[in-house]
């Protein structure tokens, strides 16, 4: 059993930063692919980002990439979402996913057996 804790969203201006961070409970932390899904009113929840355990193999959705970093320290149990240049666009609800040893990254949310609670990022423009 894994127990996710977002947090760091917030209010920010369009072109601003923020830095999500993704606290987990539980054991072999590492053996998890985590991903970052947003949703936003209205819209269906959408893959951001994702991570391997090993913290080498990530991807990201064409919306958001060369402007989001995800990252993760086994050490802390925690993953990250650098996200820089904001767009109103990216305003949304993000949650963090743990996938136990998948084969490949995965980027359907059906894949993922644990999820966080959500946190609000929202943009000003």
């Known amino acids: 059993q894994v127990q996710l804790v977002e947090s760091g969203g917030g209010l920010v201006q369009a072109g601003g930063s923020l830095r999500l961070s993704c606290a987990a409970s539980?054991?072999?932390?590492?053996?998890?692919?985590m991903g970052w899904f947003r949703q936003a009113p209205g819209k269906k929840r959408e893959f951001v980002a994702g991570?391997?355990?090993?913290?080498?193999?990530?991807f990201y959705a064409d919306s958001v990439k060369d402007r989001f970093t995800v990252s993760r320290d086994n050490a802390k149990n925690t993953v990250y979402l650098q996200m820089n240049s904001l767009k109103p666009e990216d305003a949304a609800v993000y949650y963090c996913?743990?996938?136990?040893?998948?084969?490949?990254?995965?980027?359907?949310?059906?894949?993922?057996?644990?999820w966080g609670q959500g946190t609000q990022v929202t943009v000003s423009s």
């Open positions: 996913a743990a996938d136990y040893l998948p084969k490949t990254m995965p980027v359907d949310e059906l894949q993922y057996d644990y």
């Open positions: 539980g054991r072999f932390f590492s053996s998890y692919a």
């Open positions: 991570i391997r355990g090993n913290g080498v193999s990530t």
